[in-house]
């Protein structure tokens, strides 16, 4: 069993940043493909970014390309989400995922292909 607890959000104005994090309970995150998606109020859960096993690669929803940094230390069992230029687009529950991989490259941008999730974290980004 995985268990993956967020944290870092809150409430910031457009144009600050803010970084989530994502702290797993497992032995080793090493083995799992990791992500974030986030689900604003009345709106489908939305896939933010992926990052493979490795951290050699990851893909980026176009909403937050250049602006969304992830990052992984898997001896922390650790994921991080830089976020930067927030924008009241950005206000949402950002929750992380984690799914078994063995591929050293792999990304999955859908939310049925992961198998284990957080609470989530809310991120509130005013005007």
Known sequence: ?????????GLVQAGDSLRLSCAA????????????FRQAPGKEREFVV?????GGSTSYADSVKGRFTVSRDNAKNTVLLQMNSLNPDDTAVYYCAARPSHYYYRTYDGPNQYDYWGQGTQVTVSS
Request: glycine letters at 8%.
């Open 1 to 9: 069993q995985v268990h993956l607890v967020e944290s870092g959000g």
């Open 25 to 36: 309970s497992i032995r080793t995150i090493s083995s799992y493909t990791m992500a974030w």
């Open 50 to 54: 992926s990052i493979s096993y490795s």
